[in-house]
């Protein structure tokens, strides 16, 4: 079965720490992807990656960076916290080829709290 | 520019009865895709479906139906005989042209609660 895992549920950290958020995914997916999710908001692309050290900016980059070094692991990096970046945090995985765009699975998120 | 819209916030239903969530999307594009997520409590979002632009036949899955019509640009999702365990937030995503993932765009999704 697809398994995206997101190494935290629940994260509380301070403004002007460097945070790190990272997703495992098991499927071999090519496609890896950061979203946040805020209330009336809906899901907003941060960034995406189509291959290992590639990646591609979303509607919302600024303040964020991502890493993604291996096939399965994508890292996402608030390089200084701050409090409009208290959100929750998705990760998502896709496969490419085949007709279509093909669904993303996702991860459980990461509530992330910056005090 | 693409756009999806869910004018429904929240839903609040009794059990057994049957609910409609509302999508309405924008697009130029004349080959796109329309998706369905489901997000319980847990947080994970559950893909349900996928249509493409050509294929404007409804589609039914157990007590899932989904009316696409491209007329009005709407693909709406309805649950009939609604349960506890349908109670989650769900989004309506439309993505673009073939294989081009990182334009998905979803809307802001309607809660849905379904009372015992």
């Known amino acids: 079965d697809v398994k995206v895992t997101q190494s935290s549920r629940y994260l509380v950290k301070r403004t002007g720490e460097k945070v790190f958020l990272e997703c495992v995914q098991d499927m071999d997916h090519e496609n890896m992807f950061w979203y946040r999710q805020d209330p009336g908001l809906g899901l907003r692309l941060i960034y995406f990656?189509?291959?290992?050290?590639?990646?591609e900016k979303g509607d919302i980059p600024e303040g964020y960076s991502v890493s993604r070094e291996k096939k399965e692991r994508f890292s996402l990096i608030l390089e200084s916290a701050s409090t409009n970046q208290t959100s929750m945090y998705l990760c998502?995985?896709?496969?490419?080829?085949?007709?279509?765009?093909?669904?993303?699975?996702f991860g459980d998120g990461t509530r992330l709290s910056i005090l | 520019a693409q756009k999806v819209t869910q004018a429904q916030t929240e839903i609040s239903v009794v059990e057994k009865e049957d609910v409609t969530l509302d999508c309405v999307y924008e697009t130029r594009d004349t080959t796109y895709y329309l998706f369905w997520y489901k997000q319980p409590p847990s947080g994970e979002l559950v893909f349900l479906i996928r249509r493409n632009s050509f294929d404007e036949q409804n589609e039914i899955s157990g007590r899932y139906s989904w009316n696409f019509q491209k007329s009005t640009s709407s693909f709406n999702f309805t649950i009939t005989a609604s349960q506890v365990v349908d109670s989650a937030v769900y989004f309506c995503a439309l993505s673009g042209a073939l294989g081009d993932n990182n334009d998905m765009r979803f809307g802001a999704g309607t809660r849905l609660t379904v009372k015992p």
């Open positions: 990656s189509y291959d290992v050290k590639m990646k």
């Open positions: 998502a995985s896709s496969p490419i080829g085949g007709w279509g765009n093909q669904p993303q699975h």
